[in-house]
C-alpha cells in the first residue's frame, strides 16, 4: 500500500517551461517533506512544510501543503537542466514521531 | 564532515550468497535509518536506531534480513541469504536528535545486484 501518490511519474520539458508535480494521499500528515535524488545519490531535502495551506518559497521553487494536509504541490518556474532529478514526498503520519513515508517519485529532466 | 558514507558502492552476487552492506552516519547524529529503493516500490523504510537502539524493524521484509549497530559510527546490514528480489538500491541515512524538521542525510546508497 503507497500512502503517498506523486504525479506525474515522469515529465520531460523545455528550459524555461513551468511545470507543477503533486502528492497525494488520503492520511493526514504532520509534517511533508520535498526531496531531489540526482542518479547515484542520495536524496537531498529541499524543504519541509508543517501547517495546513503553508506556501514556502526556495528560489524558482514553490512548495505548498494542503490545507487538510493531505496533499502537497511543488511549482518549478523557468525550469533549467539543473533541476533534473527525482523529486520525492515524504509524509510523516501523527504521532509516528521519526518514520516518514516516501512517495514513488516524479522523474523530471529538463532538456536545454 | 564527509557526510553519510556507505560500502560497497556496488556488490554483485549470486542467489543465496550472504550479503554485507555498511554504513557509518554522521558523527554526532543519534537516529540512523535503512531503506531500500526500488522503481516498483519506490523508497522504502526497513529498520531505524536511535542511540544504537534499534526501534521499530518493521518494515524488514522477513528473516533474511538483519540489522545492528554496534556502536555509534558504524551499522550493517546483513541479507542471508540473499534473493534475486532483494535486487535494489539500500540507503542509510542519519540525523540528530536536535535537527529542525527531522531532516535526513542520506548516503550514497548500494547497488545490489543478486543474480
Known amino acids: 500500500t503507497q500512502l503517498l501518490e506523486q504525479s506525474p511519474q515522469f515529465l520531460s520539458i523545455q528550459e524555461g517551461e513551468n511545470l507543477t508535480v503533486y502528492c497525494n494521499s488520503s492520511?493526514?500528515?504532520?509534517?511533508l517533506q520535498w526531496y531531489r535524488q540526482e542518479p547515484g545519490e542520495g536524496p537531498v531535502l529541499l524543504v519541509t512544510?508543517?501547517?495546513?495551506?503553508e506556501v514556502k518559497k526556495l528560489k524558482r521553487l514553490t512548495f505548498q501543503f494542503g490545507d487538510a494536509r493531505k496533499d502537497s504541490s511543488l511549482h518549478i518556474t523557468a525550469a533549467q537542466p539543473g533541476d533534473t532529478g527525482l523529486y520525492l514526498c515524504?509524509?510523516?503520519?501523527?504521532?509516528?514521531?521519526?518514520?516518514?513515508?516516501f512517495g514513488t517519485g516524479t522523474s523530471l529532466t529538463v532538456i536545454p | 564532515d564527509a557526510g553519510v558514507i556507505q560500502s560497497p558502492r556496488h556488490e554483485v552476487t549470486e542467489m543465496g550468497q550472504e550479503v554485507t552492506l555498511r554504513c557509518k552516519p554522521i558523527s554526532g547524529h543519534d537516529y540512523l535509518f535503512w531503506y531500500r529503493q526500488t522503481m516498483m516500490r519506490g523508497l522504502e523504510l526497513l529498520i531505524y536506531f536511535n542511540n544504537n537502539v534499534p526501534i521499530d524493524d518493521s518494515g524488514m521484509p522477513e528473516d533474511r534480513f538483519s540489522a545492528k549497530m554496534p556502536n555509534a559510527s558504524f551499522s550493517t546490514l546483513k541479507i542471508q541469504p540473499s534473493e534475486p528480489r532483494d535486487s535494489a538500491v539500500y540507503f542509510c541515512a542519519s540525523r540528530p536528535s536536535s535537527g529542525v524538521y527531522n531532516e535526513q542525510f542520506f548516503g550514497p546508497g548500494t547497488r545490489l545486484t543478486v543474480l
Open positions: 512544510v508543517v501547517t495546513g495551506g
Open positions: 515524504a509524509g510523516a503520519p501523527p504521532n509516528t514521531g521519526n518514520q516518514f513515508y
Open positions: 492520511s493526514v500528515f504532520s509534517s
